[in-house]
């Protein structure tokens, strides 16, 4: 794996475990997810989530829903300058 593929699969995995674990989601489906099913603490720890959706990742690299991984990476770009800048504080 060169290191262009470690940097989108390792936003792309940061990205699906923050969203399991920290977010909302629309209707709330994701914290209606972990309040139901806490499948043993995972999707309340965000290091924990990223073990297996690293795994994830890795393993969809060589398929064709390589492309999902770099939206999830380009996501988690945006989501990371938004909170460095200050963007992401909500309000006007």
Sequence with gaps: MDATALIVTGLAAWRVAYLLTREDGPWAVLHRLRTRWPLGGLLNCVYCASVWTGALAV???HTPLQIALW???ASALGLMLASY???GRGGS
């Design 59 to 61: 393993g969809l690299w």
């Design 71 to 73: 939206a999830l990476a």
């Design 85 to 87: 800048t200050g963007a």
